[in-house]
């Protein structure tokens, strides 16, 4: 309320501004024909300090003006007497102007007021006009003669009352704007009624005066007046102002609730509380009301706006809840849970306009699709596009409930996910997914399917899916590999699932990153890698191996009396295992392997990465394997080196246990012959030649064979990319293109770009390898992209953005090139689209895997109850974190107020 009275009071103020010391309008009240001259001031007598010996001195010098202008007008009257005489009397004032928007008017270009008018029609200056006397009425007023020391006219702050007047014949002031607007009726107030003649206080009661509200509000009647508003205005303006200012704090409130949500959905927290979410409870600051409105409550702390609207939903609800009255009414809080749901469904759908309108101008997208069941056992279905603009984009568009698992169902699935959004899926070029037979079957699986409804799918089985399952047959291939993963998880569960086991770890390990072992899990594809290196290390070099300690925890615990015998049973047993040489062996020889496919399977979860430069690292994999194929004296000096470490840090600890340091000799049983039987001509091979042949052999060729086994798809179209491949651009300069060339690539274009032949991608991709040595010379900016990496200690993976440096041989390089350049519209428009379509390919489903790590924290036992619209909502804020934070607020609130009339109302000008 005293921000609206305030609001009056500027107005005014604005209105009637001028200078201390300034006359209004330009001058005082001006008889031209003679009739007098009072530029006197009557009230100048009175004094702030009320000193009375001026005050006499004061009523001294009036009684001699009074004097003075009686004879002044005497003489004016004679004078008067002679013009009517004459037949020539004109009788005219100039007078004060009212300062509008225009500006005011002073000097010669006053109003002139005839005052035979008011005299003939008996007009009175000083009673309440008619409303057709009102510009008459302001046009005479304000009269302010003034004088040398005169400061009742003005404010503390020098601003001039405009609305004062001074009534010379009473000798007393009025307010202008009450006698105009006010009624007789609404205010006793003497600046209305017969004039304010006390004039001992009478800056105390001109500041009265000005707080009382019959003047604020003829103020107001008086603004809307000088503004030329019509009747309408006149009687509505006022509400429109105070809809407006509602409005206005609506919006910041509003403001408040948006980003604090984006907060929440960005970190993937839950926002609701089980109770005391209703507005009387609010100010108990004893319970937990949820991490929304306790986030609100924080905020409104530091925010007056927030502060004033959270008060008065407090003050509203615990009166409605006196009362016993359920159900709200027309009360809005803006804070429930209603109005969040919808500001969360807003956001929803506004991340999912985005990215809808970055696939239809990329022009084309590439599909990634996989399921998992979440904390309720429902089977949920997370649906990724894969798209290129200035860099590549791969973004969650939906998350789905899946209610079968036929490839049928699943095309369906995706239509109309696709067409909730607006997104097209004949420009679809491509799909990736996991070897399961409900994707790849040959005639009823998705990818078969999905063909049927866009020509020329490219379908490619998860690189990172395969790598996985190439590990998987080669820790499977001989019993040898089999025993030491199944020992290496057994003792990493035994010691974890016991405090007390826990306890003796912690108390021997005197690792410093205070690691643990892991376990084993079947869907983390770095797990046997992490698992086998904390316990040995890498491959020859066991400094950072945890050997040691697990052989001195597990001696402990054997030899603690206090523990069962089972129990410590086990440990002899995953102690003696570990003892073993074949066991050192065994884990130097994966430690080789898994030096070279953990890079790659970093490299396969990185976000952005081409086709190209995926397969190359694959076969660059497989390389590395053939070349130390049949390299066992490696493998047996890391062990050396392992079992000589390790041997040293037991003695150093005062253990009596030894690792073994070479593979026991096995006595071979000979076969007994019969009398006259041919014996046949034995071969014994030493025990070393044995593992060599039955598990180094064998381990080795199972990964080589397995990788070119499961990586030989799309042969034809990957001899077409290879072309593409800018380090190959030195040899089509020296050899050019074989004829048969870029067919392939050719048909999955065509449907895109009529222009896109064989013959004219064999040309522009000629022409750009002749130019790409000059084109690639300036510097080009860095680029980001999203890798995986090991967390700080080490028990997961995470994405992260990198950037990285242009290294201008590379797919992306080479799109990044022709971009900046503007190539891709008219030099190379073929081959720039054939750049596009294949960064547009996906290689892998990584994308879904890490949206369904975001799932088990959006949904877990706690918000097991989310529905599917909240949870796909709280699934995209927390993927798709860029998005979420470049929303506009304005938009959201928009969106929100189109949901009802009700918030149409108020949150809408």
């Not at 007393?172 to 004039?199: D, H, N, Q, R």
């Not at 150093?652 to 096995?666: F, R």
């Amino acid at each position: 309320m005293l921000a609206q009275e305030a609001a009056k009071c500027a107005k005014l103020t604005d209105l009637f501004r001028t200078e201390k010391g300034a006359v209004a309008g330009g001058a005082a009240v001006k008889v031209i024909d003679g009739e007098g001259q009072f530029d006197d001031d009557p009230c100048s007598h009175i004094d702030e300090e009320g000193e009375k010996e001026e005050q006499q001195e004061k009523a001294e010098q009036k009684k001699e003006e009074e004097q003075e202008e009686g004879k002044q007008q005497e003489k004016a009257e004679q004078e008067e007497q002679e013009q009517e005489d004459n037949g020539t009397r004109t009788k005219t004032v100039t007078v004060q102007p009212v300062q509008t928007e225009a500006g005011s008017k002073t000097g010669e270009d006053a109003p002139r007021i005839d005052l035979n008018r008011a005299e003939d029609e008996g007009f009175d200056f000083y009673t309440r006009p008619a409303s057709k006397d009102l510009d008459f009425f302001f046009s005479y007023h304000p009269q302010q003669p003034t004088r040398k020391g005169t400061t009742i006219y003005h404010t503390k702050d020098g601003i001039m009352r405009k609305w004062l007047t001074y009534c010379k014949k009473e000798n007393s002031l009025y307010c202008t704007v009450c006698l105009a607007y006010a009624k007789p009726s609404a205010s006793e107030s003497a600046f209305i009624k017969g004039g304010m003649t006390a004039w001992k206080h009478v800056h105390q009661r001109i500041e009265e005066h000005e707080r009382n509200q019959v003047h604020r509000d003829s103020a107001e009647a008086y603004f809307m007046m000088a503004s030329q508003a019509d009747i309408v205005s006149l009687l509505s303006g006022k509400q429109v102002s105070l809809h407006r200012d509602q409005v206005r704090k609506k919006r910041q409130v509003m403001d408040r609730v948006i980003e604090v949500i984006k907060v929440i959905g960005k970190c993937g927290l839950s926002y609701r509380g089980t109770k005391f979410e209703a507005a009387y409870t609010w100010d108990n600051i004893a319970v937990d009301h949820g991490n929304f409105l306790e986030m609100i409550l924080l905020l409104s702390k530091f925010d007056v706006s927030l502060q004033e609207h959270v008060n008065e939903c407090v003050q509203k609800s615990q009166s409605l809840n006196k009362t016993g009255v359920k159900g709200r009414g027309s009360f809005v809080t803006l804070l429930s849970k209603t109005s969040v749901n919808k500001v969360i469904d807003v956001i929803s759908h506004l991340i999912k306009e985005s990215i809808s309108r970055e696939v239809r101008q990329a022009g084309m997208f590439s599909l990634q699709i996989d399921t998992t069941q979440d904390i309720t056992s429902t089977d949920q279905c997370a649906v990724i596009l894969r798209y290129v603009t200035d860099v590549v984009h791969e973004k969650l568009i939906g998350v789905v409930d899946c209610e079968s698992s036929t490839g049928e169902y699943f095309v369906e699935l995706l239509k109309k996910t696709l067409a909730k959004v607006d997104i097209e899926l004949r420009n679809c070029v491509g799909n990736s997914t996991d070897g399961a037979a409900n994707m790849q079957g040959q005639y009823k699986g998705f990818s078969a399917l999905l063909a049927s409804e866009s020509p020329n799918q490219v379908h490619i089985w998860c690189y990172a899916h395969v790598l996985n399952l190439v590990l998987g047959d080669t820790t499977s291939a001989v019993i040898e590999s089999a025993s030491l993963f199944s020992i290496v998880n057994d003792v990493a569960v035994f010691i974890k699932d016991s405090y007390k086991r826990m306890k003796m770890w912690e108390e021997v390990s005197d690792d410093k990153r205070h690691r643990r072992l892991s376990p084993i899990g079947e869907t983390r594809w770095w797990a046997k890698d992490q698992a086998l290196s904390k316990i040995f290390g890498c491959f020859g070099n066991p400094d950072n191996a945890l050997y040691v300690d697990l052989i001195l925890t597990l001696k402990r615990i054997v030899e603690d009396m206090s523990i069962k015998a089972h129990v410590r049973a086990r440990a002899k047993g995953y102690m003696e295992s570990l003892l073993k040489h074949e066991t050192v062996l065994t884990a130097q020889l994966f430690l080789r392997i898994f030096e070279i496919t953990s890079p790659l399977s970093r490299y396969l979860q990185t976000s952005g990465m081409d086709l190209i430069t995926a397969h190359r690292l694959v076969m660059g994999a497989q390389d590395s394997l053939k070349s130390c194929n049949r390299d066992m004296d490696g493998v047996t000096k890391a062990a050396n080196i392992f079992v000589k470490w390790a041997n040293k840090e037991l003695e150093e600890n005062g253990s009596k246990e030894v690792v073994q340091g070479a593979l026991p000799e096995k006595k071979i049983r000979k076969k007994k012959s019969m009398p006259g039987e041919v014996a046949e001509e034995e071969h014994s091979l030493n025990t070393e030649d044995q593992y060599r042949i039955k598990v180094h052999n064998v381990i080795l060729d199972t990964v080589t064979q397995s990788i070119h086994a499961r990586y030989s798809a799309n042969g034809a179209l990957y001899d077409d990319f290879a072309c593409l491949d800018p380090r190959n651009f030195g040899t089509l300069r020296d050899r050019g293109l074989p004829s048969e060339s870029l067919k392939q690539l050719s048909k999955c274009l065509l449907r895109f770009d009529e222009r896109a032949t064989s013959g004219r991608l064999n040309a522009e991709l000629c022409s750009l390898a002749n130019q790409w040595e000059r084109l690639k010379l300036p510097h080009l900016e860095s680029y980001t992209v999203r890798a995986a990496e090991e967390t700080e200690d080490g028990e997961d993976m995470e994405l992260n953005n990198t950037s990285c440096t242009s290294c201008k041989d590379c797919a992306i390089c080479v799109y990044h090139i022709l971009s900046k350049y503007n190539l891709l519209t008219d030099a190379y428009h073929v081959i720039g689209l054939a750049y596009k379509f294949l960064l547009t390919l996906s290689f892998s489903q990584v994308a879904c895997e890490r949206t369904f790590s975001t799932l088990k924290y959006v949904k877990n036992r706690l918000r097991s109850t989310l529905t599917q619209e909240r949870l796909e909502a709280f699934m995209l804020m927390c993927t798709e974190k860029e998005i979420l934070m470049t929303l506009d607020n304005d938009g959201v609130i928009d969106r929100v107020a189109e949901s009802s009339k009700l918030l149409q109302s108020l949150l809408v000008m």
